[in-house]
């Protein structure tokens, strides 16, 4: 599945920006609801990063110990 860019996803992705934005300048302003959220925001990617992290670890492992399929430009031993 390969990325198409649209400028639907370039205007979503722009309008969650500014709105992060906003709540982080809320942030800075000492407003706790914006805090909470940007520490949520902030804590999303962390609370991912040991799923990626064994995600590749399994897959790393899957290659090294999978057997390799024999091409069929190999010749055959007889039985």
Do not use: E, H
Not at 4 to 27: D, K
Request: glycine share 6%.
């Amino acid at each position: 599945m390969t990325f198409r860019f649209s400028i639907r996803a370039a205007l979503l992705i722009l309008t969650l920006g500014a709105g992060l934005s906003l709540i982080l300048a809320q942030a800075v302003q000492g407003q706790i609801w914006a805090v909470g959220i940007v520490i949520a925001v902030a804590c999303l990617p962390a609370a991912f990063l040991p799923y990626v992290f064994w995600y590749w670890v399994i897959r790393a492992t899957s290659l090294v110990l999978t057997p390799k399929q024999p091409s069929a430009d190999t010749p055959q031993q007889p039985n």
